[in-house]
Structures are given as structure tokens and as C-alpha cells.
């Protein structure tokens, strides 16, 4: 059989080319993703799906469903697998980067390049490697342009059919990809053959029965012992959950203040993505002008619509957000590589472009990799092993409540009941936790007036009010569950030390404070997690280094009662112990240096306060220390 190089081309563009594209990301993604459960909604997400539960609104019931398929087939460690549900979402986001490209250009090659782009991309990579909605949400839009563009070209029905199908899926999914309907119509009004009413009535109707996935959500609120958000009754009990009412108060909320620093962080955030490649979208704009002035501007509007939304939502973990706008952006990075594929210097240009992705795989893999993360789970652990027999914690700290939770639906401590204040103003909650603890009816009333008021409040003073009512119903159910059970509480800022709380002491225990203890002399022997496995200088990613921190705060606190007990060798011991958690800790830092101050070894004082005064230049206790250096210079 004679060669032909057109068939061989043709094999590579249509099977080997895709392939690679998918393949690669996946395996990087594979050596990279969390073995562990994650923090903030990761682990939540993990156990709503094994439970057939609910999760936050709206409640995702797409990736719930999804999420339970995976758990049903148990083939590693349930939460690796149930991580690789968001890797096949980016990897699958990333082949159909690929088609889009590949469609635009007719270019292999630079259809690859775009893919491994998007793949090693800051945020697309992050969200890959530990479970969230995200990454499948990339995967829908990416399925969605793809199809807008093949009826804009064809004329196909099916195409059209399967755009509305996606756009469906994503609602279901993730509300917010209405924030691409501007640009959808742009480019459906813009192609010249026009959908007939009987063919926009079908994808209407396949939009609706993606839609009515929400379904699950009043079938399973209020799962015993899962969910965290409780009942959803009637239609309009839905609504606002699927709409994400508890969360309109973010909405605007900030200011102006707010906004401008939003803004004045987004050419750091946009410019982490794709590093140097962002060049390449300068020559992507005039190459799509060209070709289709609708499509770029289609994608400029999704991408400003998508950050001005983004920019306004006051909420913290908003990057994921912004992963639709990055994907309009890097289409254009696509459509400016493929021209310098035209010249001569082909080799030259993918080499390249082989060095772009490369150069993101080398500056993003030691924050990336997450597979020798266990901060969460170890805390949970070293949290929930100290406390006694038939107590009770309260936590505002998010990741820890579903870490404990995790904890206890593998059948660990079921004695101890978990609370999360963050969920203490809502009404089903509170009728979840009765069923395992009796409440005082005033704090289900408390909660259920709050929610009456709702609807007549404004959205800016709802937050506020929300925690206005978490706090006095947490006064309440520890005023009536103290005489009967010890109570703990695990505040998420550990930056200050409380001594009492609504009138209660507290007294330390471990990594919690005791509230309203009988005895009142704190812990100061219980064991912390090992220094040589949690040091800030062994992480990159902020979680961890967060837990280092914290677990250097507490060091610090136990070296200083050690020290009011006249115990300067064992506050010493708790310094030096915070120190190894986090090297440059200022706290303990201070401490030590007041501790050889008054132990009369002024070399050693002057060494560690001469080094708190470097770390903490604006710190309160800077007179403190400045007389103090003044005397040793005496």
C-alpha cells in the first residue's frame, strides 16, 4: 500500500491531535488533584452527593447526581475519586477548546496549543484538582460555544438543539451562565439562516427539562443526618433557593470602596492565567476581526459581563467566577497563534508555543500540586479526637463543619454534635439539629422571623441581620445545652484571643475554647499536629500555610499562660514549637524575645525584637518594644 500523506495528516488532525489534547491535561490534572477531602465547599459537595442530599443554593443538582455515580463505584480512596469528577470536567473543557479552535483556524496545531493553555491555565488547574462546581461548568460553556458556533456556520438543527440543551445543563449546574446570554444572541441573531418557531420551541423544551433537574431539590432537603440546608416547601420556597436569595445581600454590598479594589486586583488576577501568552491575544483581536467581527465581540462581552458581575458579587472565593471570562480571552490567544503557524518559521512558532505551556507548568505547579494535601482532614481529626464524650462544638469555620461531618459519616464520634453557626439563622437547619438535641422554641422563632422579614428587607441589610440572628441563637442553645453537655467552639478567626463570649468564659482546650467551663485551667499539654509535617516553608497553597499559622497562634497562646504560671522553660518550649510551624510568626516571635528580656539575656532579646520590629512594623505593641530595645541599648 503506497503512503499518503494527506490521509496521515488527516488521522493526526482527527483522532491523535483531539486525543492529546484531552490526555495530557488529564494525566497533569491526575498527578496533581487532592487525595483528601479539600476545604470550603469541596467536602460539602462530597457529602450531598454520597447522601443524595442538598447542598448550599442553589443546590447543584446536575453535579449532585453526578457526584453519586462516582461514589457508587468505589475504586480509590472516595475522596480522590470523587476529586477527579472536577478533572474530568477542566480535561474535558480543555478538548472541546480544542474543536473551538480547531473551527475558527483549521489548524491543528494551534487548536492544540489552545487546549494545553487552558489546561495548565492558573485557575482552570486549580479548580481541577479538588472537587467543586467550576470546572464541569467550564466543560458546559465550552460544549455550549462550540455548538453556537456549528449552527452559526451549518445551520444544523441539531447543533441548535444541543446549545440549548447545554445552556439548560448549565443552569442546572450553575445559575450564573445567564451572564452569556448577551453574547449567545449576538451570535444567534447574527447568523444568516434563522431558526424556525417549531425548531426554537424544541430547545426551549430541552432547556426546561435540563431546568427541571431542580426538581431534586425539594425531593431531598432535609435529608436526616446530611443535609445542611434543610427543607425547601412550594414552588416559591424554590425559587428563592434556586436564585440564591440567602445571598442577594452580597450583591452591590461593599461600596465603592470595595468595587475599586476588586477592579485594581484584576490585571494581577487576568495576568496570572496565561503569563506570557497574553501577547499572543494582541494579534487575536485584528485576526478575528477579520474572520468574524460578531464572534469577537461576542467574546469581549462575555468576558467584561462576566467580570463586572464577578467584581460587584462580594463574596471571597470569587475566582471561579471569572473562569468563563478567561475562556472567552484564551479563544482570541487561539486565533492569534495560528497565523504565525502560516509562515515559514512553523517549527520555530510551536516550539514556542511548546515553551508557553511549559513555562505556565514550571510557575504553577508548586501551588497547584495538591496531592500531599491533608490539612483538613488532620484538623478535623486533631479537632474532634480532644473533645469529651457527648459534647457538643459550634464552628464558624465552614471547612471544619463539613471536615467534621465527613468525619462522622464514616461512623467516627457520633457522640459529639456538630454545629455550624453559619447556618443557625435558617429555619430548616434548626429543625435538623432537633431531631438530634431539643432547642428552645425561641430559637426556631428567632430564625423564622428573620426569614418573615426577608421579603421586606433590604438585600444590604440582610447580611447583618443574618448574623445578628446566628449569634442569639447560638446564646440560646448554649444558655440551654450547657447545664446538661460540655460545650466547645472553633472560631474560623483565630487572629485575636477571647477570653469570654456573651458573658461566658472560655478556656483554651486544645485547638477550641471551652465555653462556660467548670474548670477553668486551660490545656496546655494537649498535642498539636506535628511541626515536621505542618511548616509553612513545606507549602504554597493559602489553606495550608492558614493552618500553619493557626497552629503557630495557638503555640503562642499556651507559651504565654505558661509563662503567667512563672513556667519560662515550657513558654519557651511553646515558642520555639510555634516557630516551627511558621518561622516568621510575630507573635511568638515578641514572646520570646520579652522572655529573654526578663530572663537577662539581652543579646538574644535584641535579636528576636529587632525582628519583630521588621515583621511587624505598624503593630500596636511597637512602643513596647522600642522602650525596651532603648533599655538593653542602656
Not at 435529608?223 to 440546608?229: D, E, I, N, Y
Not at 412550594?234 to 434556586?242: A, D, R
Amino acid at each position: 500500500m503506497l503512503y499518503n500523506p494527506a490521509v496521515r495528516r488527516i488521522s493526526v488532525d482527527r483522532f491523535l491531535l483531539p486525543a492529546l489534547s484531552g490526555v495530557l491535561p488529564f494525566m497533569l490534572y491526575l498527578a496533581t488533584a487532592c487525595r483528601d477531602i479539600f476545604w470550603v465547599d469541596s467536602t460539602e459537595l462530597m457529602l450531598v452527593g454520597q447522601a443524595l442530599a442538598v447542598s448550599h443554593p442553589p443546590g447543584y443538582p446536575l453535579l449532585t447526581l453526578i457526584i453519586r455515580l462516582f461514589s457508587l463505584v468505589p475504586t480509590l480512596a472516595l475522596p480522590f475519586q470523587l476529586n477527579l469528577v472536577a478533572t474530568l470536567g477542566a480535561a474535558g473543557s480543555c478538548v472541546m477548546t480544542y474543536f473551538i479552535v480547531k473551527q475558527l483556524t483549521r489548524d491543528g496545531l494551534a487548536a492544540l496549543f489552545s487546549a494545553l493553555l487552558w489546561g495548565t491555565s492558573f485557575e482552570l488547574w486549580q479548580q481541577a484538582t479538588a472537587l467543586e462546581v467550576y470546572s464541569f461548568q467550564a466543560l458546559i460553556v465550552s460544549v455550549l460555544l462550540y455548538a453556537v458556533l456549528h449552527w452559526s456556520r451549518t445551520s444544523e438543527p441539531r447543533w441548535l438543539a444541543l446549545a440549548f440543551l447545554a445552556f439548560g445543563l448549565g443552569l442546572a449546574n450553575h445559575p450564573p451562565i445567564v451572564l452569556w446570554i448577551p453574547s449567545l444572541l449576538v451570535l444567534l441573531l447574527s447568523t444568516p439562516a434563522k431558526p424556525g418557531a417549531r425548531l426554537l420551541g424544541f430547545g426551549l423544551l430541552l432547556t426546561a427539562l435540563a431546568v427541571c433537574l431542580y426538581i431534586y431539590v425539594p425531593l431531598r432537603a432535609g435529608t436526616p443526618g446530611a443535609a445542611s440546608w434543610g427543607r425547601v416547601n412550594g414552588l416559591s420556597e424554590l425559587l428563592q433557593y434556586v436564585t440564591g436569595r440567602a445571598y442577594h445581600y452580597r450583591l452591590l454590598a461593599g461600596g465603592s470602596q470595595y468595587a475599586g479594589a476588586q477592579v485594581s486586583g484584576l490585571p494581577a488576577l487576568f495576568g496570572r492565567q496565561f503569563l506570557a501568552a497574553w501577547l499572543l491575544a494582541v494579534l487575536g483581536v485584528p485576526t478575528l476581526w477579520r474572520r468574524s467581527r460578531t464572534l469577537l465581540f461576542s467574546l469581549l462581552l462575555a468576558a467584561a459581563v462576566v467580570t463586572v458581575a464577578a467584581v460587584e458579587y462580594n463574596i471571597p472565593d470569587k475566582e471561579g467566577y471569572l473562569l468563563p471570562a478567561y475562556f472567552a480571552l484564551l479563544v482570541l490567544i487561539g486565533c492569534g497563534y495560528a497565523p504565525l503557524l502560516r509562515t515559514r518559521s512553523r517549527i520555530a512558532v510551536a516550539a514556542i508555543g511548546a515553551l508557553l505551556v511549559a513555562i505556565q507548568v514550571v510557575a504553577f505547579l508548586p501551588i497547584q500540586n495538591r496531592s500531599r494535601l491533608h490539612g483538613l482532614a488532620d484538623l478535623s481529626d486533631a479537632v474532634i479526637a480532644d473533645l469529651p464524650p457527648n459534647s457538643a462544638i459550634f464552628t464558624d469555620d465552614y471547612s471544619l463543619y463539613q471536615g467534621l461531618r465527613w468525619l462522622q459519616s464514616d461512623g467516627k464520634r457520633l457522640d459529639v454534635l456538630v454545629v455550624s453557626q453559619y447556618h443557625l439563622a435558617i429555619p430548616g437547619y434548626l429543625d435538623q439539629l432537633r431531631r438530634s438535641q431539643p432547642l428552645p422554641e425561641t430559637a426556631l422563632d428567632a430564625a423564622s422571623e428573620l426569614w418573615q422579614k426577608a421579603s421586606r428587607a433590604n438585600d444590604a441589610a440582610f447580611g447583618e441581620q443574618a448574623k445578628s440572628t446566628s449569634k442569639r441563637v447560638m446564646s440560646l442553645l448554649v444558655r440551654d445545652w450547657l447545664p446538661s453537655r460540655r460545650l466547645f467552639w472553633f472560631p474560623a478567626d483565630f487572629s485575636g484571643w477571647p477570653q469570654e463570649w456573651e458573658g461566658l468564659g472560655l478556656t483554651m482546650r486544645g485547638l477550641c475554647y471551652e465555653i462556660g467551663a467548670e474548670d477553668t485551667s486551660p490545656d496546655l499539654d494537649s498535642p498539636l499536629l506535628p511541626p515536621s509535617r505542618y511548616r509553612s516553608t513545606l507549602y504554597r497553597d493559602l489553606e495550608t500555610q492558614d493552618l500553619c499559622r493557626r497552629l503557630a497562634a495557638t503555640a503562642s497562646r499556651r507559651g504565654i499562660l505558661q509563662l503567667a504560671a512563672d513556667n519560662s522553660a515550657e513558654a519557651i518550649r511553646d515558642f520555639d514549637l510555634a516557630l516551627q510551624y511558621f518561622p516568621d510568626y510575630p507573635q511568638a516571635i515578641e514572646n520570646k524575645g520579652l522572655v529573654f528580656f526578663f530572663s537577662d539575656q539581652p543579646d538574644s532579646a535584641r535579636l528576636y525584637l529587632n525582628r519583630f520590629l521588621e515583621l511587624e512594623p505598624t503593630s500596636a505593641e511597637l512602643p513596647k518594644v522600642r522602650e525596651i530595645l532603648a533599655r538593653l541599648g542602656s
